[in-house]
């Protein structure tokens, strides 16, 4: 394991806590290893807009809805997996872990004591399948309710310092150039997994595509997270080793016996008139095509979370979410989990392992038509559109899929990978479906503005 010289993080005061500092060891990169961990919580005033509070540093996790969520810096533990048991290792690792940390909690909300923050590659053979990060510093807000967590590894100790988080770095003189496919190549694909559809091979495939930017300075995750959260104040703002974006889309929110997933398929892009949008959100409600789409991800979704609930309310008809650039066709789904063969409930993360690939995000049937993704799409994903999230002590957390996101250069500070996909079915038209991965590809476009 590589041994670097320990890094010092900064927070600006936050009241009732005062100025805090933590050594920041090298990051645990072997899996095997389990350290013992000294996990503190307390709660704290208002610390204000948690972004603010951020320091510059090379590991930054954040999770941001509304306003409330959790920041986070710094590595006590880390395991990177790979593989099709990717995130069932890194749960059985968590739970290695819990078991002997030393855990004190004054708050004991979800989120509080230990926690990890984790994201997770869309392909069981991508190169690199996920890490899950326990960090060294939480500050979190939750229904009024704010504190600090901080994280001790073994022989680590807190240091006292002076001073306040760099300025964020902004964006310069982005370009963009295309990523493993062109616009015009990529409709080619999309109109070879329409004749696949109609030849009865698959019911859905989602494609996807993906696009370089540059900027003329390096890259701070920082403003683009706050970018987004500030832009997008209802998805999931978030930042996971060097994966940036806000997602609309919960795949799974455990709270004691609770769970909940939100499912998004059928999209139209909006137009800025008001009495428009209402009529194209009409249209969408309306449509079979995106009807189709979405029947086919909500089908998909409680069937796979069938054997581990007693009882399940999903509608039957979807909403229309309303986001700043686009509308979704949505279905809010609820259930009970039930207890295991072992007497225990499954953990968030067990549970997103068990739901990933959705249709929403392979297509329909989902082994089939993922198949066919990695037959037709000609690239590798990465971990957008795999799971993205965060897991705590007691098993609770919210897993979301990792839409409207952009995956960091680890060679190049200054270049950042945007993703963007779309469902396609039978009826599905290449330009359209171009058209919407446009509009997801807004998002992060903007947030890229100088």
Not at 219 to 228: C, G, N, Q, S
Not at 316 to 326: A, F, T, W
Request: negative net charge.
């Amino acid at each position: 394991m590589t041994q670097e010289t320990p890094a010092t993080l900064m927070i600006r005061a936050i009241p009732g806590v005062g100025w805090l500092a933590m050594s920041a060891p090298a990051p645990t990169r072997q899996a095997a290893r389990v350290p013992t961990l000294q996990v503190r919580t307390h709660a704290v005033a208002d610390p204000g807009d948690l972004l603010d509070l951020i320091p510059a540093n090379d590991s930054v996790s954040t999770w941001v809805r509304r306003g409330d969520g959790m920041v986070a810096w710094g590595e006590a533990a880390r395991i990177d997996t790979a593989g099709a048991t990717r995130m069932l290792d890194a749960d059985a690792w968590f739970g290695r872990l819990r078991e002997g940390a030393d855990i004190s909690d004054d708050v004991d909300l979800p989120g509080t004591g230990l926690i990890a923050f984790g994201s997770f590659s869309f392909d069981d053979d991508a190169p690199a399948g996920g890490a899950l990060i326990v960090p060294r510093v939480v500050v979190g807000r939750r229904a009024g309710h704010a504190w600090i967590t901080t994280i001790d590894p073994d022989g680590a100790a807190p240091l006292a310092i002076d001073g306040d988080r760099a300025p964020l770095a902004l964006p310069t003189d982005v370009t963009y150039s295309p990523g493993a496919v062109t616009p015009q190549e990529w409709k080619a694909k999309v109109a070879d997994a329409v004749a696949r559809i109609r030849a009865g091979e698959a019911a859905k495939i989602v494609l996807a595509r993906d696009v370089w930017a540059t900027s003329s300075s390096p890259l701070d995750p920082r403003a683009l997270v706050t970018r987004f959260s500030h832009a997008y104040p209802t998805t999931w703002a978030f930042a996971v080793d060097g994966l940036v974006g806000a997602t609309p889309e919960m795949l799974i929110r455990r709270e004691r016996r609770m769970v909940a997933s939100r499912v998004l398929a059928g999209t139209i892009r909006r137009t800025g008139d008001d009495e428009r949008d209402l009529a194209h959100a009409a249209a969408l409600a309306r449509s079979s095509k995106d009807l189709e789409e979405h029947e086919f991800a909500v089908e998909s979704l409680a069937r796979a979370l069938a054997p581990f609930v007693e009882s399940a309310n999903v509608p039957e008809v979807p909403s229309v979410l309303h986001l700043p650039n686009v509308m979704h066709l949505a279905t809010d789904v609820t259930a009970v989990l039930q207890r295991g063969a072992d007497g225990a409930r499954p953990s968030a993360l067990r549970l997103a392992a068990a739901l990933h690939p959705t249709a929403a995000v392979g297509g329909t049937p989902t082994a089939d038509a993922v198949r066919l993704v990695g037959e037709i799409e000609g690239m590798d994903r990465g971990r957008y559109a795999g799971p993205v999230g965060w897991i705590g002590s007691e098993g609770d957390g919210e897993w979301c899929i990792a839409l409207r996101c952009g995956a960091l250069d680890p060679a190049d500070p200054r270049r950042i990978r945007l993703f963007a996909g779309c469902g396609i079915v039978a009826a599905s038209d290449p330009g359209a479906e171009l058209d919407e991965t446009e509009a997801k590809l807004e998002p992060m476009r903007q947030a890229l503005l100088g």
